[in-house]
């Protein structure tokens, strides 16, 4: 079988020649299971870390220069930067990542002494919603940990990926991405209280069932201004709120809590909102414990609610994601399936029976292909461990 690290490291020499005293490191991208869109209103999210995320292979330099190179964009060759000049320029492409989690880090007082050549390679499909951004973030944390002994916990670069992304970047997304790169476990999902950070792990046992991931092909831009949008509706959301029950978030209310209080929010779409998470968060909650007394057919019908209600409370699907759900839901052997990530593209979650799995990526892609006029990529999701040094 052939290595990544051998892979990436040939890549590496490729093009700055021989690969020694550096650090090869991976960061997986995520899938969530449920929990969509409550990570930044301390609700619970319920995602895995993927066998599939980046690869890089850095070495230090005696200068400031840095060096990025990506394996996945050979034309735009080496991207040139300095330790001296990490202003954020929004023409930049996918070197804003690294160096957004460069810029965090001294911000937060660690001193990198040194330039760098790096190159970067990932096997996610890009624009699947699938967090490759947060595993490039992740992935430079792990590689300046190793080579600069900075002392980090996994707990530690994700918060700075998260830190990098909002303030850096610009978008203003919550921890659960970072998170599942930095802690995933092997066979497990993640249940995190984004209020509390407080965290367990739950094993993905689903005997006869597998978790299909379908890439819409509808680039998804996380960037966009309707993600930030839907954060400043919860903002107001809140602050409504906070004029019946003294809350610090959203999912600090119940679903009672919140039938009892949502008078107090008096615009429509605000309240769809409000109501999305408040619900989503008891759903993830339900959906965990379900998983772990091994009710997968509850768990579906959990995920399908999720799904509808990002349709139609959040507004966050898209006519393409609806269709895949849709068709989804129609295959016997399917019992639960939703948009995962950010929406506005990007990708669903499935489970679907083994022996259902053919039938399932024949009609669901036939339909798409029909409907939309797009074609869809199947993907069997392959739950792996977190971040590390390879
Ligand atoms: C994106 C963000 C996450 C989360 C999801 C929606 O992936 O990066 O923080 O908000 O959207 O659940």
């Known amino acids: 079988m052939y290595d990544m690290k051998d892979i990436v490291v040939n890549f590496f020499e490729e093009r700055f020649g021989t690969f020694m005293e550096g650090a090869v490191c991976f960061a997986p991208g995520r899938v969530n299971l449920i929990g969509e869109h409550i990570d930044y209103n301390g609700g619970h999210v319920f995602p895995c870390a993927l066998s ?19 394996a996945n964009y050979p034309e735009l060759g080496i991207v040139e930067g300095s330790l001296d000049e990490l202003g954020y320029d929004p023409e930049e492409g996918w070197t804003v990542y690294p160096k957004g989690v460069m810029h965090e880090l001294i911000r937060r007082g660690y001193e990198i002494p040194c330039g760098l050549e790096m190159m970067f390679y990932g096997n996610l499909p890009q624009g699947a919603g699938l967090s490759s951004s947060a595993s490039i973030e992740v992935l430079t944390g792990t590689f300046l940990n190793e080579l600069f002994g900075f002392g980090l916990s996994p707990e530690e670069i994700a918060s700075i990926g998260q830190a990098a992304e909002n303030d850096y970047v610009g978008v203003k997304c919550g921890i659960m991405d970072q998170f599942a790169s930095a802690m995933g476990r092997k066979d497990h999902a993640i249940l995190l209280n984004t209020s509390s950070m407080e965290h367990s792990y739950v094993p993905i046992a689903m005997e006869g069932y597998k978790i299909v991931i379908i890439d819409s092909n509808v680039p998804h831009k996380l960037s966009d201004s309707q993600y930030n949008e839907r954060r400043s509706e919860c903002a107001r959301g809140l602050e409504m709120l906070r004029q019946a029950s003294d809350i610090k978030a959203i999912c600090d209310l119940d679903s009672v809590e919140f039938e ?28 965990a414990a379900l998983l772990s007394a091994g009710d997968i057919t509850g768990f579906g019908r959990l995920m399908n609610e999720s799904h509808i209600s990002l349709r139609d409370d959040y507004e966050v ?37 083994e022996d259902a799995l053919d039938d399932f990526e024949d009609e669901v892609g036939a339909a798409y292909r029909r409907r939309t006029g797009l074609m ?9 461990d977190g971040a590390r040094v390879l």
């Open 260 to 287: 009892k209080y949502k008078g107090v929010i008096d615009d429509p779409v605000v309240l769809r909102r409000v109501r999305h998470a408040v619900y989503e968060n008891e759903r993830t909650l339900d959906a």
């Open 317 to 353: 699907t898209g006519p393409e994601l609806d269709v895949l759900a849709e068709e989804a839901w129609k295959i016997k052997g399917c019992i639960g399936s939703r948009m995962t990530g950010a929406g506005f593209g990007g990708s669903t979650v499935s489970i679907v029976a």
């Open 376 to 384: 869809a990529d199947f993907y069997m999701a392959d739950i792996g």
């Open 52 to 70: 599939m995320g980046t690869y890089a292979a850095a070495r230090k330099r005696n200068d400031r220069k840095l060096m990025f190179c990506s």
